[in-house]
């Protein structure tokens, strides 16, 4: 039958193009010159083939990796077929991830001098964007403003920026591209502004209350329970919008829900200062009398509290690039400070920044900026974070003169090397090789989504959300194993019972609220020494026996819990009358009534039953 098809030419291969210059392609009668081509051996299957292509599970693959699991031993041919292709696909992933990690060996985008006489700080801006290339070169940028001195935040992905001027200047807008999104008078004293979630919607701490406005500059919430905010936070995976203000009180406002999540009372006074560590999501606030305390929303009292100055904290800043390992503070007397989070043993480094007080911020790869004075000067690691006794500066990474005073704000604009420096007359940005992380989790913030991905990623982070209460100084501690509980609550630790299973007086001597002056009875029936015997005396058992029993109530009561049959009052009674009978046995023995009892072979049996 396909032959006859083929003869048929019912199959024609559709590769052939009319000819359209006129000329006929089809063969003029007559002698041919050329030999004629072999016949195909199918017809049929030569014409479906070339408009046809192979399954890929049918198709030739290159071998899996030696180090990918076998599973021969699965009798399952179904579940066999799918380990396999896993393992193997992950194999192949880690060779892929080997490779990538021996391309990125050395460190990224550091600027670096030829000889031991050039000075990285002597390169400047011009020199720095002239070799970052033209799309590098455009995050140096000057916006000039008339509300100032001003404050800047980024987005979490770093593509849009937001300011806020103390005379109410409010704006918004995606600095790679230029687009403005919303651009806001508010005539009022303005001292802060955060995004939330997104660039959709942002806070602004205004002169009395906190107001959430939406992408367009719209109005949204007006949160009455934050009195003169002074700083903003947005804790992203806790969906919480921290604040702090002159009062003195730091409160937790959930955005999912609106709820006050709960507001603590610093009791040092107004605060100025305030940061978040993001890896543990703990809020530093730095005080007026020199001391830095670390809160959690669980605990109604600081975690840690630190004296880091003689003076007022003017700045605080919390090393990404670690984990929240380091901390930064600087003072009102222009000293700068580097802590390490992990043990609080006095400072790793110290030294003195010209210019008074001075602002900080660390960048995603570690480098530490301060702004004081006119200058920003820049340090990166590992300087910074090694231990140095003497009060000298470590060694300048990059600095940079700005003429406007004073330098109120300095934000490192994240995946970028761009450090925008906020100050009277505007927003400066500077470039800053190897400042920014260049790989970044697309999951987590990604600089290039879309519309669609920030739904998706706004959905998942609410479905996502973590609990105030998880928030502590030591995140691992969550999800891991307790330690094995110590069973011994006695006082004396005489036995190792659980606290639910101790008699009544062990349980108030463990709890110190037993009468150590009387001796109660034992609740051992086994026990027939004699030492559960009270040694009150016989008016005072007389005044505790009639003791609340004149009542009508709780005679008929008690007629009523004859019959009762109680645990503990028989295990009383065996032990009293155990009590009874070695008495009783003593003054056999000591009138000579009754020999010492002898024991047998078989007496043994006795006691062990």
């Not at 024609?12 to 000819?19: A, E, G, Q, S, V």
């Not at 391309?103 to 801006?125: N, S």
């Not at 109660?520 to 015997?533: I, M, W």
Request: glycine fraction near 8%.
């Amino acid at each position: 039958m396909d032959s006859l098809f083929a003869k048929a030419d019912a199959i024609k291969p559709l590769n052939k193009k009319r000819r359209t210059d006129g000329r006929d392609s089809r063969p003029k009668p007559g002698p041919s010159k050329k030999p004629a081509a072999a016949p195909t051996a199918d017809p049929t299957a030569a014409s479906v083939s070339q408009h046809t292509a192979l399954p890929r599970s049918l198709r030739p693959s290159s071998p899996p990796p030696e180090d990918a699991k076998k599973y021969g031993h699965i009798h399952n041919k179904k579940l066999r077929t799918t380990l396999t292709r896993q393992s193997t696909q992950n194999a192949r992933s880690r060779l892929l991830v080997k490779d990538a990690e021996l391309l990125l060996a050395e460190e990224a985008g550091l600027m670096e001098v030829e000889g031991e006489m050039e000075k990285t700080w002597r390169v400047g801006q011009d020199e720095v964007a002239a070799a970052a290339g033209q799309q590098g070169a455009q995050g140096r940028q000057e916006w000039k403003m008339d509300g100032g001195p001003y404050r800047t935040r980024y987005t979490r992905n770093g593509r849009h920026i937001a300011v806020v001027g103390k005379k109410g200047h409010v704006a918004t807008f995606d600095w790679q591209t230029g687009t403005l999104h919303a651009e806001l008078q508010l005539g009022e004293t303005c001292r802060d502004i955060t995004f939330l979630q997104d660039h959709s919607h942002f806070a602004v701490a205004q002169n009395k209350y906190v107001f959430i406005y939406d992408r367009d500059g719209v109005e949204l919430h007006k949160l009455k329970s934050h009195i003169e905010p002074t700083r903003l936070e947005f804790l992203p995976y806790h969906w919480l919008l921290v604040s702090i203000g002159n009062p003195g009180y730091l409160k937790y406002q959930d955005t999912s829900t609106g709820q006050l999540v709960v507001e603590h009372r610093t009791k040092l006074g107004a605060c100025q200062t305030m940061c978040q560590n993001p890896h543990n999501a703990v809020i530093h606030l730095g005080h007026q009398n020199g001391t830095v305390t670390l809160w959690t929303p669980n605990l109604p009292h600081p975690a840690v509290r630190l004296l880091a100055h003689m003076g007022p904290v003017a700045s605080v800043s919390v090393d990404p690039s670690t984990g929240g390992r380091y901390m930064a503070s600087a003072g009102e007397d222009g000293t700068v400070k580097v802590w390490d989070c992990r043990n609080w043993k006095g400072a790793v480094r110290t030294w003195n920044a010209r210019g008074g007080s001075a602002e900080l911020e660390w960048s995603q790869k570690g480098a530490l900026a301060v702004a004081t004075g006119g200058s920003v000067n820049v340090y990166a690691k590992p300087s910074i974070q090694t231990p140095f006794a003497p009060h000298v500066a470590p060694p300048l990474y990059l600095t940079h003169a700005v003429p406007h005073r004073p330098l109120t704000s300095v934000r490192f604009c994240p995946f970028q090397d761009v450090l925008s420096v906020a100050h009277a007359a505007g927003v400066s940005s500077i470039l800053v090789p190897g400042a920014g992380e260049p790989n970044f989790d697309s999951a987590e913030a990604d600089p290039f989504e879309n519309k669609k991905a920030r739904r998706e990623r706004e959905v998942k982070g609410l479905l996502d959300k973590i609990q105030p209460d998880a928030i502590t100084l030591d995140p691992s501690f969550i999800g891991s194993l307790a330690p094995t509980p110590v069973l011994s609550t006695a006082v004396d630790g005489a036995h190792s019972i659980p606290y639910a299973r101790l008699p009544r007086y062990e349980r108030l001597r463990a709890a110190g609220k037993a009468d150590e002056t009387e001796e109660h009875l034992s609740a051992d029936p086994a026990d027939g020494t004699g030492a559960g015997v009270s040694t009150q005396s016989k008016a005072e058992k007389e005044r505790n026996r009639m003791r609340g029993k004149n009542k009508s109530m709780k005679r008929f009561l008690r007629k009523q819990r004859k019959n009762v049959v109680d645990p503990r009052a028989l295990a009383v009674k065996k032990s009293l009358e155990g009590a009874r009978e070695a008495r009783r046995k003593a003054r056999a023995l000591a009138s000579g009534e009754e020999g010492p009892q002898k024991y047998s072979a078989l007496d043994r049996f006795k006691r062990a039953s």
